[in-house]
């Protein structure tokens, strides 16, 4: 019984802080749609510390399943609740069932960020390689040596 009441907690912790780290993709979303430095700042260092405490909480859960005689699956999570007599099954399921959803939310709102960061990286780079006489669409060249270097164009903005 104790490995299912710990089970219940540490699904209630991972809820909690999925839910947190959900708020924090929302806000580091806001800040990159909005260029709000500062709020970019605070939503990296929530993100980091909620995905460190969320790795925490996958290692016990991991130590749980291994208790049981488990693989670290979606199977064997579900497994391991159907085995839980001694606890409301339907209530450990609704939680992980949360846990899961909360789970791909965030993936999927961490992988838009990231393409909207990828996205502002590419246009500014395009703009410094204006800025600095470069090609934007050309970007690499080989010297004598077979190194890469940026392409230059002749009409430089300096020079205007």
């Known amino acids: 019984m104790q490995n299912n009441i710990n089970l219940e907690l540490l699904l209630r912790d991972m809820y909690e802080s999925m839910s947190e780290l959900s708020l924090v993709l929302d806000s580091e979303h806001e800040s990159l749609v909005s260029q709000n430095v500062e709020q970019l700042h605070k939503a990296a260092i929530d993100k980091e510390s909620?995905?460190?405490?969320?790795?925490?909480?996958?290692?016990?859960?991991?130590?749980?399943?291994?208790?049981?005689?488990?693989?670290?699956?979606?199977?064997?999570?579900?497994?391991?609740?159907?085995?839980s007599s001694d606890y409301d099954e339907d209530?450990?399921?609704?939680?992980?069932?949360?846990?899961?959803?909360?789970?791909?939310?965030?993936?999927?709102?961490?992988?838009?960020?990231?393409?909207?960061?990828?996205?502002?990286?590419?246009?500014?780079?395009a703009a410094l390689s204006i800025l600095q006489g470069y090609q934007a669409n050309n970007t690499e060249l080989y010297d004598a040596d077979g190194a890469s270097v940026p392409a230059r164009n002749n009409s430089t903005i300096a020079r205007a």
Do not use: F, P
């Open 50 to 83: 909620l995905s460190d405490n969320i790795e925490q909480q996958e290692i016990q859960r991991s130590a749980i399943l291994q208790a049981h005689g488990l693989d670290n699956s979606l199977a064997s999570m579900k497994q391991l609740i159907q085995q």
């Open 91 to 125: 209530a450990l399921y609704k939680i992980w069932s949360m846990v899961a959803g909360l789970a791909q939310e965030c993936t999927a709102k961490n992988k838009l960020n990231g393409i909207i960061i990828e996205t502002n990286r590419r246009h500014t780079n």
